[in-house]
T-cell receptor
Framework: GQSLEQPSEVTAVEGAIVQINCTYQ??????LSWYQQHDGGAPTFLSY????GLEETGRFSSFLSRSDSYGYLLLQELQMKDSASYFC???????????FGTGTLLAVQP | DAGVTQSPTHLIKTRGQHVTLRCSPI?????VSWYQQVLGQGPQFIFQ???????GRGNFPDRFSARQFPNYSSELNVNALLLGDSALYLC??????????FGPGTRLTVL
C-alpha cells in the first residue's frame, strides 16, 4: 500500500519557525511535493524535492531524505496568512499523479 | 495568463443523478488530472489524461469517467450519484511532473 503520515495540527506564533514532517511509504517514488490550501481554496504548489537535500524558496524550505522516506517543510518568519492546511504529496509511477497525505492544519497565533 | 478554470463552482444533485464537471487547463498544458477531496482529507487521485489519452486511474468505481478534448480541456462524469460522492472535485494541469496547478474546484453536494 501507499501512505503518507503528517501531524494533524501544529500551532505557532507570528515570527516563529515551524517544521512540518512527512514520512511516506510508496512504490515508484519520483519526488515529494508540498502544497498549501486555505480553507475552501485550491491547493497551491510550494516546493518539490526529487533529490536528497534542502530546497529553499523565500520563507519556505523543503527537505528530503530518500533513504529515510522522510521529508519536511520549514516555514520561517511565520505570518498570520500562513494559517492553512499543508499537504505533502508523493509523485511516482508512469503518471505524475500525486498521492497526498492527510494534511497538517497550521494555526498561526499573534 | 488565466489559471486552471473549473465549472460549475457549486452543484447540488440528488442520489441517482449524474453530473458533469468541466476543466480548462492553463494554456500550453497538455496534462489534466482530477482529484476528489472529502472534507478533512487530502485530495485523492481519480484520473490523469495526457494528449487526450488516459494515463492513470485511481481507485474509483466505474461510475466515474472522464475524457480530454483536442483543446486539452476535460470533463469528469459521475453516474448514479451516492451521498458519499459529496466532495470538492479538483482539476489540475501540468507541463512536467514536478508541479501541478490546481483549479478552484467544484463543490458537489449530493442530497
Amino acid at each position: 500500500g501507499q501512505s503518507l503520515e503528517q501531524p494533524s495540527e501544529v500551532t505557532a506564533v507570528e515570527g516563529a519557525i515551524v517544521q512540518i514532517n512527512c514520512t511516506y511509504q510508496t512504490s515508484g517514488f519520483y519526488g515529494l511535493s508540498w502544497y498549501q490550501q486555505h480553507d475552501g481554496g485550491a491547493p497551491t504548489f510550494l516546493s518539490y524535492n526529487a533529490l536528497d537535500g534542502l530546497e529553499e524558496t523565500g520563507r519556505f524550505s523543503s527537505f528530503l531524505s530518500r533513504s529515510d522516506s522522510y521529508g519536511y517543510l520549514l516555514l520561517q518568519e511565520l505570518q498570520m496568512k500562513d494559517s492553512a492546511s499543508y499537504f505533502c504529496a508523493v509523485s511516482g509511477g508512469a503518471t505524475n499523479k500525486l498521492i497526498f497525505g492527510t494534511g497538517t492544519l497550521l494555526a498561526v497565533q499573534p | 495568463d488565466a489559471g486552471v478554470t473549473q465549472s460549475p463552482t457549486h452543484l447540488i444533485k440528488t442520489r441517482g443523478q449524474h453530473v458533469t464537471l468541466r476543466c480548462s487547463p492553463i494554456s500550453g498544458h497538455k496534462s489534466v488530472s482530477w482529484y476528489q477531496q472529502v472534507l478533512g482529507q487530502g485530495p485523492q487521485f481519480i484520473f490523469q489524461y495526457y494528449e487526450k489519452e488516459e494515463r492513470g486511474r485511481g481507485n474509483f468505481p466505474d461510475r466515474f469517467s472522464a475524457r480530454q478534448f483536442p483543446n486539452y480541456s476535460s470533463e469528469l462524469n459521475v453516474n448514479a450519484l451516492l451521498l458519499g460522492d459529496s466532495a470538492l472535485y479538483l482539476c489540475a494541469s501540468s507541463l512536467a511532473s514536478d508541479e501541478q496547478f490546481f483549479g478552484p474546484g467544484t463543490r458537489l453536494t449530493v442530497l
